[in-house]
């Protein structure tokens, strides 16, 4: 049956500083800091230093000491948009395995009960 596949995550708010490089073909660019502000194992909120096209892909890295989370996947911008002099980037995850997505949902609950803010359930379409 044709049509989009979708899928189920909990995401939670966060303020966390990564990095992300833009990715053209196999080169990638320096890395520049952006600001995470929403999490889930299936992609993130980014506040970006500049206006990203849909669809640029792109390398993210987010570290956390507690609870503990080492991130690194491709991505891609699947929607953007700009507010009040801010640029941000609704990215999706483009390779990460089933650890990875274990790893970002444990992050998840983690920071919900620390911070007292329930994770939200979201419903992401997949192409």
């Not at 600001?35 to 096209?53: I, K, N, Q, T, Y």
């Not at 999706?92 to 009960?113: P, S």
Request: glycine fraction near 12%; aromatic fraction near 8%; hydrophobic fraction near 45%.
């Amino acid at each position: 049956m044709a049509g989009k596949q979708r899928r189920h995550f909990f995401r939670v708010e966060i303020e966390l500083q990564g990095c992300c490089r833009l990715v053209n073909g196999f080169l990638a660019g320096p890395s520049v800091g952006v600001r995470f502000l929403d999490l889930s194992a299936g992609g993130a909120l980014l506040e970006v230093p500049e206006p990203l096209p849909v669809g640029q892909a792109l390398r993210v890295e987010l570290e956390v000491d507690e609870p503990p989370l080492s991130l690194r996947s491709r991505a891609a911008v699947v929607r953007a948009w700009e507010r009040e002099g801010r640029s941000y980037a609704g990215v999706a995850f483009r390779d990460l395995d089933k650890r990875g997505k274990a790893a970002i949902t444990r992050f998840v609950f983690a920071e919900a009960r620390r911070t007292g803010v329930g994770a939200a359930y979201v419903e992401v379409g997949a192409a």
